[in-house]
């Protein structure tokens, strides 16, 4: 279980616990959190679940596949921060991860 | 005419009946929702049930769309187990069963599609499956197996996903279809041939242009399949994947226009303003094409639930899309934007070999869809094509040496 505040665009925020070993994309799915869409469902196919991790949590969430870089560099608001939250799993380590939301996932 | 208070009941708790839950609370009605499905589940996602849960790389509660928390907690009355007999749209009644009736003052038929059944001998065969619901999956996965023999009838994108999990299984696979190719209806002849190339590869068989006289079986478990000329293949199991037709028949019986699907609009509403209906089951508009349609797409019931619930609540309408689609199977990741309706000319980009290419269809010179495998780029840049109809040169988009925002500039 980790805690994970999810910032909307708008400033938002929404402070979860989030199951060890779903992925940060479903945390957001599953409490409901507006902004992050995950057409796919979690497949790396659409890139609507993009988020943006700070630096300091860079090394914790992972690297990005070939694959999620892919999709990545065609969303909208692409910044270096960028991740796709279907791609990073939650561990204890995640405990008190902060994500922001682009403007839109669309 | 948004009435925060009014009571919402949603038809069917698959992916679009839950997600318009979801996003009526989201986008802030207070009302009551009674959502209602016949299955003894609450909403879960179906695509993984032939790809990745059927590996056994997905569970049960990561399929689920919500928590069974998540129902209680935002007043969603979530009936399972329960079925909608008939509507009366004029006492705005429900009428259920095994008993009881729920009254409305918007209703949201949200049904689904059911699969197409083969009108054969032997069709109730223990064992003869098919594969739309958790339960199917079950079913499914339990007849897979090393040593295992499956058939699978029709060779669409359920058929072929399941003969990648068999596979991956162990089980030995075969698919039986009755077109000259696989993905006749759904895809172009490249990559028909693409995906048979890469499926005989990793050994599954094929019977095209084959059509099934019979199953046969023994102790009312199938155990052979006997083709129209009079072939017959020993199996453990059968999968029958020969399309879905719409759950439209409460629609129908209640006076609203159906026609392959429950007709709507942009806000997937019927001719009737208290009555909406989302997901499989309509007949929707695709103002891309200037037609009305029916999707089968986890990407459509999302989009008509948001239509849906901003419809209801007066939040903002979501952006147009262009329908997409996807399937996982081995390595292979395909994707598709767009529906190729009235396109004169394909483009091929990048290298069949090697499993990365792309495919767009091209109504003059707009892009109408693209099939994209392992080539996100393309799928990408190819969606926004779609949606932006901006005008492309054939010859730079057939040059994988100029990048795709290139091309797309």
């Known amino acids: ?42 497949a790396c196919a659409c890139a609507t679940c993009h988020v943006y991790v700070d630096e300091a949590w860079a090394s914790k969430t992972g690297e990005k596949s070939a694959m999620e870089e892919s999709m990545l560099d065609f969303a909208e608001n692409v910044e270096p921060s960028s991740r796709l939250s279907c791609q990073i799993k939650v561990t204890d380590d995640l405990e008190g991860l902060t994500v922001r939301m682009p403007e839109s996932q669309h | 005419m948004a009435d925060p208070k009014a009571k919402v009941v949603i038809l069917g708790a698959g992916h679009a009946g839950g997600s ?18 016949d299955e003894p589940i609450a909403p879960y996602q179906r695509p993984p049930l032939s790809k990745a849960w059927l590996k056994g790389e997905a569970d049960a509660s990561s399929l689920a769309l919500k928590d069974d928390a998540w129902y209680a907690e935002n007043d969603c009355d979530l009936r399972l187990g329960v079925t909608a007999v008939s509507i009366n749209r004029a006492t705005k009644t429900v009428l259920l069963s095994p008993n009881g009736a729920v009254t409305y003052d918007y209703l949201i038929i949200a049904t689904g599609a059911r699969a197409r059944k083969l009108p054969i001998p032997g069709a109730d065969l223990g064992g003869v499956m098919e594969l739309r619901t958790a339960a199917d999956a079950e079913a499914l996965k339990g007849a897979l197996g090393p040593g295992k023999r499956l058939a699978i009838i029709g060779g669409g994108y359920i058929g072929l996903e399941a003969a990648a999990s068999a596979r991956a299984l162990g089980a030995w696979a075969l698919i039986i279809e009755r077109e000259p190719r696989i993905l006749a209806r759904v895809a172009c002849e490249e990559l028909s041939t693409f995906f048979q190339d890469y499926h005989q590869a990793k050994g599954v068989n094929f019977e095209l242009s084959a059509g099934v006289k019979a199953l046969e079986g023994e102790n009312g478990q199938v155990r052979r399949v006997r083709l129209n000329d009079d072939r017959v293949i020993d199996c453990d ?167 795709m925002k290139e091309v797309a500039a």
């Open chain 1, 1 to 42: 279980m980790a805690k994970i505040t999810y910032i909307e665009h708008d400033g938002t925020e929404h402070t979860v616990d989030v199951k060890t070993g779903l992925s940060v994309m479903e945390g957001a799915i599953k409490n409901n959190i507006p902004g992050i869409d995950a057409d796919c469902g979690g």
């Open chain 2, 20 to 37: 318009a839950a979801a996003f009526l609370r989201q986008y802030g009605h207070e009302g009551p929702i009674v959502l209602i499905g």
């Open chain 2, 237 to 403: 199991a059968v999968l029958v994947g020969v399309g879905a037709l719409p759950n439209e028949e409460l629609a129908r019986d209640a006076g609203l226009d159906c026609a392959n699907g429950i007709v709507v609009d942009l806000q997937a509403r019927t001719a009737d303003p208290s009555v909406f209906a989302i997901g499989d089951v309509t007949h929707r508009p695709l103002p891309l094409y200037e037609r009305q349609f029916r999707l089968e797409s986890v990407p459509n019931a999302l989009e008509q639930a948001k239509q849906v619930a901003s419809a209801i609540t007066g939040h903002a309408p979501p952006n147009p899309e262009a329908p997409w689609f996807w399937s996982d199977q081995y390595d292979l990741k395909l994707q598709i934007a767009g529906i190729p309706f009235d396109a004169d000319s394909r483009v091929i980009r990048g290298d069949r070999a090697a499993a990365k290419f792309a495919i767009f269809h091209l109504k003059g010179d707009q892009v109408q869809a693209v099939e994209a495998v392992n080539a996100p780029p393309e799928f990408m840049m190819g969606k926004m094509l779609i949606l932006n109809r901006k005008p492309v040169s054939r010859e730079r988009l057939a040059d994988s040496s100029i990048s």
